[in-house]
């Protein structure tokens, strides 16, 4: 509740790193917080990177595990004057938030808290996010390094903490040095449901299409005029409408999405993005939107069209299968803690798909935060305090398996 109150969304539209200085606010907390505990290897470095070592209190060589978490919060909803509040003993009634009463947390609207009647909730005050996205993940680290420094008897190998910037900008690990981070593996902590356990993301790819029609004065056009706009809506209008699309897909299935178009009539563009689990397909929603510009560039020989395709992120699943111990632990951690993991693939990315394929194997542990970006946003104290005993099982587990 201390971390959401400190102001630190990031902004897509800054040129700096990180992208707004107030980050580092916070950022700069978290070392003091990290000393005042009784760790001293803690450093931010000039990106604004939290970086610190845990030391092994083992006798086995154990691979050393890194806990990240990002301290931005979403450009999307405002993250100033947060005032969390905590609503104790959640009795499954309507939350109304107080600043802004027309925002009302309901169980039908949020079904995932009919079963947390009975824990403690906290809400934001109705005009802002709550920003539990992603300071449960703070929050739990936090405690983590915490309860470890006083639990000496809890066995485990060297532990990394990560706190970074701008992960909801697409930016949170864009100046990272992993080589200096020195961890072998990573768990983000910065999913939501109880027992999340995600290992599987979209694979990513953006593609712009231009298209240049012919352009001639409107009053003697006849036999000259191609006009793009005209060309760009008949592109959007061949491509799948059933299936492959955003709005009629879900669970396992991709899709390719058209997501900005401008134009005059010499000149259009139309941006999309193309998502998928398997990276072939990605080759193949390309063709697709590629086969309808040319079935309407036709009739047109004298139009023409570029396309510029471009890879965003991909399904850290191909990494992560190399190293099965990795999620195997985590599971094996929730399981001694009682959860059942969930592992439903992400349809979307984490700063995980990004880190793996850096050469650090990063699946995405579960905190509790729900809503996220919005100002319903929520997260159960019980669920955030079940994510700390799964840190504290795998960390246990991990020291198990040194040799
Ligand atoms: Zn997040």
């Excluded at 993005?273 to 020989?301: C, G, H, M, W």
Aim: glycine content about 8%.
């Amino acid at each position: 509740m201390r971390y959401v109150q400190m102001d630190t969304q990031s902004d897509p539209e800054s040129v700096t790193y990180p992208s707004t200085e107030k980050q580092k606010e916070l950022l700069k907390l978290l070392v003091n917080e990290l000393k005042e505990f009784g760790w001293n290897d803690v450093k931010m470095d000039e990106w604004g990177y939290v970086i610190a070592t845990i030391p092994s209190n083992s006798t086995k060589k154990v691979p050393v595990v890194c806990f990240c978490s990002h301290v931005d919060t979403a450009p999307d909803c405002s993250g100033k004057n947060v005032k969390p509040i905590l609503h104790s003993m959640y009795d499954g009634s309507d939350i109304i938030l107080p600043d802004d009463p027309s925002q009302v947390i309901s169980l039908d609207q949020h079904p995932y808290l009919k079963n947390k009647i009975g824990d403690d909730i906290i809400t934001a005050s109705g005009t802002t996010l709550l920003g539990a996205d992603d300071k449960a993940g703070v929050a739990i680290i936090m405690e983590l390094a915490k309860y470890v420094k006083s639990h000496p008897e809890i066995l485990h190998g060297e532990i990394k903490l990560l706190f970074t910037p701008d992960e909801e900008i697409g930016k949170g690990v864009d100046h990272l040095n992993i080589q200096s981070l020195g961890a072998d593996f990573c768990y983000t902590l910065d999913g939501g449901e109880l027992g999340s356990l995600e290992s599987e993301t979209f694979s990513a790819d953006g593609l712009e299409l231009e298209i240049v029609g012919v352009i001639a004065h409107p009053g003697a056009a006849k036999g000259k005029l191609i006009n793009a706009i005209k060309l760009a809506a008949s592109v959007i209008d061949l491509l799948p409408k059933n299936e492959l699309a955003p709005e009629v897909t879900e669970g396992r299935r991709g899709f390719l999405h058209p997501t900005d178009i401008k134009g005059t009539a010499e000149k259009a563009s139309i941006r999309f993005i193309l998502r998928d689990f398997d990276d072939r397909n990605l080759d193949a929603y390309a063709d697709l939107i590629e086969q309808a510009v040319k079935s309407t560039l036709a009739s047109f020989p004298h139009a023409r069209y570029t396309l510029k395709r471009t890879e965003q992120y991909r399904n850290m699943k191909t990494v992560l299968d190399k190293y099965p111990q990795v999620v195997d632990l985590a599971a094996q951690a929730m399981k001694n803690c009682g959860i059942e993991p969930v592992m439903l693939p992400v349809r979307g990315g984490t700063d995980g798909s990004r880190l793996s394929f850096m050469g650090l194997p990063s699946p995405n542990i579960f905190t509790g935060e729900m809503a996220l970006h919005s100002v319903q946003e929520y997260v159960s104290v019980q669920d955030m305090e079940k994510s700390l005993a799964v840190l504290l099982q795998l960390i246990q587990l991990w020291e198990s398996t040194g040799k």
